[in-house]
């Protein structure tokens, strides 16, 4: 019996021994893959009365009712920023921008699919840390193209930034007031684009204005 047991227990012995050297083996020549990770940040620049085009603006997360607002046929900016937050290079980077209803795009680089109203852009690689930035140009449809039973439309935008590993979404959110008959436009003071001062939504649901559909 006590032959028995020695047997076993330098069998154990034996077991654990090549189990750590296994172990340590693989501690020191197997690296595990680096943690992959992208960012992109979804910015929407306020409205501003210089009609010049300039990307260069004062550009926020999210532009809530409160705040000034776009009107038919005002040019709208979005600027996208991605980031390789990874341990790692990234390769054949995508961003995507899917457009809301009541805009159309204008400027910007990449591809517009007219069925998905997505446009598609070639970010290419990512080293480690690096940053790109993509400014996106869209155009508020006209007054007879909105809706006629909304005075006030507030709008989302998403992006994403992928590839075959990883990917990141945000959203931008802006708002369009549409000009009510028999009401005055009065712009506001500043560089921001004038608001349409009108008493009350009720207004805008019960005037009727001819719609004219896209085809």
Do not use: H, W
């Not at 010049?52 to 709208?76: A, C, I, M, T």
């Amino acid at each position: 019996m006590n032959k028995f047991l020695a047997s076993v227990i330098a069998l154990t012995v034996i077991s654990i021994v090549m189990t750590s050297s296994v172990s340590a083996q693989y501690g020191q020549y197997g690296q595990p893959e680096p943690g992959m990770s992208i960012m992109i940040d979804k910015m929407v620049g306020k409205p501003v009365s210089d009609k010049s085009g300039s990307v260069d603006g004062d550009y926020v997360d999210n532009l809530s009712p409160s705040d000034p607002r776009f009107q038919p046929e005002d040019e709208v900016l979005f600027k996208l920023k991605v980031k390789n937050t990874s341990e790692a290079k990234l390769k054949d980077v995508t961003v995507r921008d899917f457009l809301p209803d009541f805009v159309e795009p204008m400027e910007g680089q990449g591809t517009f699919s007219d069925e998905s109203r997505e446009i598609s852009i070639d970010a290419g690689d990512l080293e480690v840390d690096e940053e790109k930035v993509f400014v996106i140009k869209v155009k508020v449809l006209t007054q007879d193209q909105l809706p006629t039973d909304k005075g006030l439309m507030c709008l989302v935008n998403k992006a994403t930034a992928s590839n075959e590993s990883i990917s990141d979404e945000d959203t931008a959110q802006f708002c369009i007031e549409k000009e009510v008959l028999g009401v005055t436009a009065v712009p506001s003071a500043g560089p921001e684009l004038g608001l349409i001062l009108f008493s009350g939504e009720v207004l805008a649901l019960s005037v009727g204005i001819l719609l004219k559909r896209k085809t």
